[in-house]
C-alpha cells in the first residue's frame, strides 16, 4: 500500500502540467476502471495498480515522439523504490505495450495484467469521458467539430489528412467507434458496450442538431 501511495505522489506531481485528456485525472480514472475489472479477475493486483498509475507517465506524443521515456521514468522510479525486477519488467512491458497505435499495433507481451490495463485505459476514450477527451484533444490540435465535406477514413494519404486537419468527429470512425470489439477481458466488453451505446447516441444527436431537425 506504502508503494502504491508513493506512485500515487510520484504520478500527479510529474503530470502537474499534463494537457486535460492526460492528466491526473486520466490516470486516476483508469487507475479506479483497472481495479473495477481486477476484482473479477484472477491476477497480480500490484501489477495492475502500477501499470495503470505509470501508463502515461511520459507519452511519446508530447515529447518528440519518443517513446523510450515513459519505460525509462518508471523503471528509475521502480529501482529506487525497491520493487523486484519482475515487477519492474512487467510494469514496464505493460507501458510498452498498452497503446494502440492506430491498431496495427501487435503486442509484443501478453499478461492478464496488460489486458487489464489495457482495458481500463480503452474505456477512458469511450462514452462520455471519451467524447469529452476527443473534443478537448480537438481543441488542443485546434481542430473543427464537425465538416461533412471531410468524410472518415478517406482515400487520402495520412499526411494529405493530416494537412486537412481531419475534425473530431472523424476520430470516432477511426478509432473510438472500433474500441468496443477490442476489449481484452469480460468486464471490460461489458463495460464499454453500454459506452459504447451512449456515443451512437451523441452521434445521432449531433448531426439531427446540425440539420437543425431537433
Ligand atoms: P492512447 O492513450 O490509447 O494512446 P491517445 O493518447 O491517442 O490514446 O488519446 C488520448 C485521448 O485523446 C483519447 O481520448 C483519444 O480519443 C483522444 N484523441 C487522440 N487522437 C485524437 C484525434 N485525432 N481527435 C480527437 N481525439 C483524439
Ligand atoms: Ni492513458
Same mark, same amino acid.
Given at each position: 500500500?506504502?508503494?502504491?501511495?508513493?506512485?500515487?505522489?510520484?504520478?500527479?506531481?510529474?503530470?502537474?502540467?499534463?494537457?486535460?485528456?492526460?492528466?491526473?485525472?486520466?490516470i486516476?480514472? %483508469?487507475?479506479?476502471?483497472?481495479?473495477?475489472?481486477?476484482?473479477d479477475?484472477?491476477?497480480?493486483?500490484?501489477? %495492475?495498480?502500477?501499470?495503470?498509475?505509470?501508463?502515461?507517465?511520459?507519452?511519446?506524443?508530447?515529447h518528440?515522439g519518443d517513446?523510450? *521515456?515513459?519505460?525509462?521514468?518508471?523503471?528509475?522510479?521502480?529501482?529506487?523504490?525497491n520493487?523486484?525486477?519482475?515487477?519492474?519488467?512487467?510494469v514496464v512491458?505493460? *507501458?510498452?505495450n498498452?497503446?494502440?497505435?492506430?491498431?496495427?499495433? &501487435?503486442?509484443?507481451?501478453?499478461? %492478464?495484467?496488460?489486458d487489464i %490495463?489495457?482495458?481500463?485505459?480503452? !474505456?477512458?476514450?469511450i462514452?462520455?469521458?471519451?467524447?469529452?477527451?476527443?473534443?478537448?484533444?480537438?481543441?488542443?490540435?485546434?481542430?473543427?467539430?464537425?465538416?461533412?465535406?471531410?468524410?472518415?477514413?478517406?482515400?487520402?494519404?495520412?499526411? &494529405?489528412y493530416?494537412?486537412?486537419?481531419a475534425?473530431? *468527429?472523424?476520430?470516432?470512425? &477511426?478509432?473510438?467507434?472500433?474500441?468496443?470489439?477490442?476489449?481484452n477481458?469480460?468486464?471490460?466488453?461489458?463495460?464499454?458496450?453500454?459506452?459504447?451505446?451512449?456515443?451512437?447516441?451523441? !452521434?445521432?444527436?449531433?448531426?439531427?442538431?446540425?440539420?437543425?431537425?431537433?
Amino acid at each position: 500500500m506504502e508503494l502504491i501511495n508513493k506512485t500515487i505522489v510520484f504520478v500527479k506531481e510529474k503530470l502537474n502540467d499534463a494537457e486535460g485528456g492526460h492528466d491526473w485525472f486520466h490516470i486516476e480514472r %483508469v487507475y479506479k476502471n483497472a481495479l473495477l475489472i481486477a476484482k473479477d479477475t484472477n491476477c497480480d493486483e500490484t501489477v %495492475v495498480q502500477l501499470g495503470a498509475l505509470l501508463h502515461d507517465i511520459a507519452d511519446s506524443k508530447f515529447h518528440n515522439g519518443d517513446e523510450t *521515456i515513459g519505460p525509462k521514468t518508471a523503471r528509475v522510479f521502480l529501482e529506487a523504490e525497491n520493487v523486484s525486477e519482475e515487477i519492474i519488467a512487467h510494469v514496464v512491458n505493460i *507501458i510498452e505495450n498498452i497503446s494502440y497505435k492506430g491498431g496495427n499495433f &501487435e503486442r509484443k507481451f501478453s499478461s %492478464v495484467e496488460l489486458d487489464i %490495463v489495457q482495458d481500463a485505459d480503452r !474505456l477512458d476514450a469511450i462514452g462520455a469521458i471519451g467524447v469529452a477527451r476527443a473534443f478537448n484533444y480537438g481543441g488542443f490540435k485546434n481542430r473543427a467539430l464537425y465538416n461533412p465535406e471531410i468524410a472518415p477514413v478517406t482515400n487520402m494519404t495520412k499526411e &494529405e489528412y493530416k494537412k486537412n486537419n481531419a475534425p473530431t *468527429i472523424n476520430h470516432f470512425y &477511426e478509432k473510438l467507434l472500433l474500441l468496443k470489439d477490442k476489449m481484452n477481458t469480460e468486464k471490460g466488453k461489458e463495460i464499454a458496450a453500454e459506452r459504447h451505446r451512449f456515443m451512437e447516441s451523441f !452521434l445521432a444527436q449531433f448531426y439531427a442538431e446540425w440539420e437543425g431537425v431537433k
